[in-house]
């Protein structure tokens, strides 16, 4: 892994950091860049802003690996206010949610967190939108898929998260190719041990390419989740291939990162949905973005210093 990305990686969990972080003046305006604020308000105007310019949106609630029920129960609160709420604005066609089965207690009980999602899925449901499953780390990847399974016989619309660095990918891919399927495909984001998953960036994206393959031939519903511009080239050419018009899959990039190019594919006929995190742990999020691009470390550092 790049040094810089472990060194920020390793500030992610170190308390005295995150202190200096989340009190320095500036703070507020490099998080507002990527999160769309603390409350579900905050998550319901940003969705109406992004919704207003042609874009749709698929909401996280930030937080992960809950060690306990009660933190597990806030979040699934959190999520069925927050679908109310798009309901009531009648923001549900164009807004789903994205969950962390971590989040809903998946490291203290898969039957917990199974039950806890299913509760997120059928409030969706009744607001007239659906939840798309996160993936984590490699070590959740077999329980999330068996949720998945479970969750979809009562709420079949339910998405899946598959990433192309884990070597076992294109395989899973074949399996949730069928109709109705809807399957997010990312590069992945976890430091993952080589036994699991390609190191070479370039083995990622071929592995990726391949994927899309697999995805865009089958009879689901593929949405690519990545800011790369070549493989968002590729994927426009495998699509016409495959003689899938725009709107029989989307793009997705998250909310902050590339939002000209976002405005761009949705200007040009694409569906391009941004992933919008909100909530009050907001700081592990804001550390991955940094790690993932040294320009947004530097965004970072300068409006520490007041010069952004
Ligand atoms: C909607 C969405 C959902 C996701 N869900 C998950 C998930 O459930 N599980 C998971 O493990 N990961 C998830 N990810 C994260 C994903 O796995 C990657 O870590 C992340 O998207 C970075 O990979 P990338 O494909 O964007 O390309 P990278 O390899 O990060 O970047 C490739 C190229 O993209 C361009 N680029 C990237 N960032 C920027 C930027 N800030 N500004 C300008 N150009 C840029 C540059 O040209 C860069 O060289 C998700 C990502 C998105 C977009």
Redesign the pocket.
């Known amino acids: 892994m790049n040094p810089l990305r472990s060194l920020i990686l390793a500030a992610a969990g170190n308390d005295t950091i995150r202190g200096a972080v989340a009190t320095a003046p500036l703070s507020r305006d490099v998080v507002a860049r990527f999160v769309a604020g603390e409350s579900a308000a905050d998550a319901v105007l940003t969705t109406r802003k992004l919704v207003a310019d042609g874009l749709r949106v ?1 909401l996280d609630h930030l937080g992960e690996d809950t060690t306990d029920t009660r933190a597990a129960e806030d979040t699934v609160r959190a999520y069925v206010t927050l679908l109310h709420a798009l309901a009531i604005d009648g923001l549900t066609e164009h807004a789903e949610v ?1 969950v ?1 089965l971590s989040a809903v207690g998946q490291k203290l009980d898969e039957r917990l967190a199974l039950d806890n999602a299913a509760r997120i899925c059928a409030a969706a449901q009744a607001a007239g939108t659906t939840v ?6 490699h070590t959740t990847t077999d329980s999330t898929l068996d949720i998945l399974t479970s969750l979809r016989r009562d709420h079949p619309q339910t998405g899946a ?1 598959v ?3 884990l070597r076992r990918t294109e395989a899973d891919c074949r399996a949730l190719a069928g109709a109705g399927s809807r399957v ?1 495909l ?5 430091a993952e041990p080589e036994s699991v998953a390609y190191q070479d ?1 370039a083995e ?2 071929r592995s ?1 390419v391949r994927c899309a393959n697999v995805l865009l031939a089958g009879a689901g519903y593929p ?1 690519f ?7 968002i080239r590729i994927v426009d050419d495998r699509a016409r291939w495959h003689d899938r018009k725009p709107g029989r899959y989307e793009y ?3 909310y ?3 939002p000209a ?1 976002q405005r761009r594919l949705a200007g040009a006929g694409e569906t391009v ?3 919008v995190p909100y909530g009050v742990q907001w700081y592990g999020y804001l550390m ?2 940094l790690a ?2 040294p ?2 470390l530097a965004f970072f550092a300068r409006a520490l210093m007041g010069r952004k």
């Open positions: 698929t994205s962390k798309t499953l996160d993936m984590e780390d998260v990433q192309a660095y997010r990312c590069k992945g984001a976890y960036r990622v994206d990726y949405m989740a990545t800011h790369d511009p070549r493989l997705q990039m998250l902050g990162v590339r190019e949905r941004v992933y991955r973005r993932e691009r320009a947004n």
